[in-house]
């Protein structure tokens, strides 16, 4: 039987096998999917997966019947995965594949880039020590704080607290920049051009990365706020993209009207981490900004340092 007869009749694989001409860089990956397979292969033992064990074995670890059985696909096909064949495996068929071979969250993520599929966001754990964020966001003057690619707010700085609000006052699966902005009306009211702003963090979200076509927890986050905010529903059905690596931001605040300029650095690390650093524009932003998050003087009213 060959690969391509395989392909038809192992319920879902979607293998289509086609010439040997693919550029040099799919053939890297595919011998490196090959390897990458026979390696985890070879790591489990079958009593880990609830086998029985064998007495004499040539080679370590699962057979690939083993494993072709579990994930629920033929043998043979199996193999030209693990001989570098020019097979593409379904997403559903390589999600069995990772099942089958307990593979942990960064290597499944690593099975499903080498077979050309996109790896769901990371959730909460994102591969960073949040003490190196905070720490990170704490070492800069002006207002900062880093989202993953979902735009989850992992660490801010006081003067970030002073201009968009105490992002502590909302529990840790609400602090997402998306909900705050159209679900939070107190979040970010003392931007002069809220909306405007709110705007822009969707069609920024949609430039970033193709989340919203694959993975779940972002499929879910923009069904839900299309539910909640007719403004962001707006906003997503108009497939507008936007690419800024600067941009102007106004505020008001109890020592006058405040200018930053925004910059951003993105697609940071595993998570796609985004750092966002406002810098002041001018004297009067620098001023305030000095005091950003200290306790007010006696005498001095309205230095609040937070929203209410």
Known sequence: MTPRQIGRTSGGEDATPAPETAPSSE?????????????RRARLTPEQVGLPA????????????????RAGISTAW??????GREIQPSREA????????????????YLLTLTGHTPPSPGADHGLDPRLLQSLVDHVTAPAYVTD????????NPPAREIFGDYAAWPTERRN?????????????????????????????????????????????????????NRF??????????????????????????????????DLGPAGL?????????????????????PPQIGRAGAAGGLE
């Open 54 to 69: 064998r007495r004499r074995s040539r080679t370590p670890g699962l057979r690939r019947e083993d494993v072709a059985e």
């Open 177 to 229: 920049l998306l909900r705050l902005l159209f679900t939070e009306p107190r979040f970010a009211s003392r931007l002069v051009a809220r909306d405007e702003y709110a705007t822009r963090v969707v069609h920024t979200f949609r430039d970033r990365s193709d989340a919203h076509l694959k993975d779940p927890a972002a499929i879910a986050l923009i069904e839900e706020l299309s539910r909640q905010s």
């Open 94 to 109: 390589v999600e069995r594949i990772a099942r089958a071979l307990c593979l942990s969250g960064p290597d499944h993520a």
């Open 233 to 266: 529903r707006q906003a997503w059905e108009s497939t507008d993209v936007r690419r800024a690596g600067t941009d102007t931001l106004v505020a008001h605040h109890p020592d006058g009207r405040l200018t930053f300029t925004m910059i951003m650095l993105q």
């Open 149 to 156: 690619a979902l735009t989850r707010v992992l660490a801010w």
């Open 274 to 294: 985004r750092i966002n650093a406002y810098l002041p524009a001018d004297p009067a932003t620098t001023r305030a900004m000095e005091t950003a998050g200290k």
């Open 27 to 39: 053939v890297r990956s595919r011998h490196e999917l090959a390897a990458f397979l026979r390696a």
């Open 78 to 83: 199996y193999t030209y995965l693990e001989q």
